[in-house]
């Protein structure tokens, strides 16, 4: 089969790999039918995080059950599925609190940029939809591998929910699906930070009710002006880089939240946050505990996050999902095997 393998900072390629096998009982081999560049694989490919040696990359993904180890109960081959960036047992006692993302038993995927992709902890990580889904429902329920749940892991996080003020930091996929995210918890005001266009455009569309061009300091109090000067109830950072966690500090009012997701490159300054009462809570997302609920919402049509995939390009084209991401010419890459 062939599959992405990233040999260098900007240097992803198409590869023949070895074709994945059942290892464990609890197994599962998936043919893909679409997957997608994230914006952590961008860390490798701008040389911030190292690259050792080539790896095949890609984490996010939908496709059709090939294969199932002896053990898998809950899938079977022909089923359409859907599984989270971050494979868990879903039975471990972490797993039974909500916080799969931790799972005790944890594991990675070996590249799922790919024709086909070994899934670890089938019956945990998978999740089967009834029959299969209609063509134009793909891109949504590849976002909820990830960023949809991201997003929405970023607003559960800060405690968004009815009457709330929200402010996002971040217009990439998983900001944009923190917009959708906070709407759907029942949020008044969605602030969605952005100075590009098309993703303003994709912001409206998730129905953020306000936009704030300005960054850092001059962010935050745009935020504070449209918040009775004193910021938002609940912020979401969905960068991780200094200057955005920082916008996020500045964003808060005292008293309120902050959700963290983005992978964090930098620090929060805590002893700021303890005085004006700030709780900061996040971390990579529990999909499997998220995706029941989401896929339900996908599947009825209530949300479209599929809207952040601006580029759908063949497997073969890897190389140009990532660069039009890198170069922020697409807001997120869609590949078909
Ligand atoms: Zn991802
Ligand atoms: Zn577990």
Redesign the pocket.
């Given at each position: 089969m062939f599959g992405a393998v990233i040999h260098a900072p900007g240097d992803v390629r198409y590869e023949e790999r070895p074709d994945p096998t059942i290892l464990e009982p609890s197994d599962a081999i998936v043919r893909t039918v679409a997957a997608c560049v994230?914006?952590?694989?961008l860390w490798r490919y701008r040389g911030i995080a190292p690259v050792p040696k080539p790896t095949p990359i890609g984490?996010?993904f939908c496709g059709v059950v090939e294969e199932v180890g002896d053990a898998v109960t809950t899938v079977k081959p022909g089923d359409f599925v859907v599984g989270g960036?971050n494979p868990s047992d879903n039975t471990c006692p972490v797993c039974r609190k909500g916080a799969q993302a931790n799972c005790l038993h944890g594991a990675h995927y070996d590249g799922a940029q790919a024709d086909r992709i070994r899934i670890p902890w089938a019956d945990g990580t998978l999740l089967a939809t009834p029959g299969t889904p209609d063509e134009d429902l793909i891109p949504s329920i590849l976002t909820l591998s990830?960023?949809m749940c991201?997003g929405w892991h970023a607003a559960v996080s800060a405690n968004v929910g009815p009457g709330r003020s929200v402010a996002v930091v971040g217009d990439g996929a998983v900001g944009l699906c923190a917009v959708l995210a906070s709407v759907q918890l029942g949020a008044e005001t969605v602030i969605a930070m952005s100075r590009h266009d098309n993703r303003r455009r994709v912001a409206r569309e998730f129905g953020a009710t306000h936009i704030v061009t300005e960054r850092d300091e001059a962010g935050a109090e745009a935020v504070k002006a449209l918040t009775n000067g004193i910021g938002a109830d609940c912020v979401l950072e969905c960068v991780g880089t200094e200057s955005a966690r920082l916008q996020a500090v500045g964003a808060i009012r005292p008293g309120g939240d902050i959700g963290l997701v983005g992978v964090p490159h930098g620090d929060l300054p805590i002893n700021d946050l303890f005085w004006r009462n700030v709780g900061v809570k996040g971390g990579p997302a529990h999909v499997r505990s998220y995706l029941p609920h989401l896929l339900e919402l996908v599947l009825d049509r209530t949300i479209n996050p599929g809207l952040v995939f601006d580029l759908d390009l063949p497997l073969s084209e890897i190389g140009e999902a990532y660069a039009a991401m890198d170069e922020r010419r697409a807001i997120k890459s869609l590949v078909r095997p």
């Open positions: 994230c914006g952590s694989d984490h996010e960036f990830d960023v991201t």
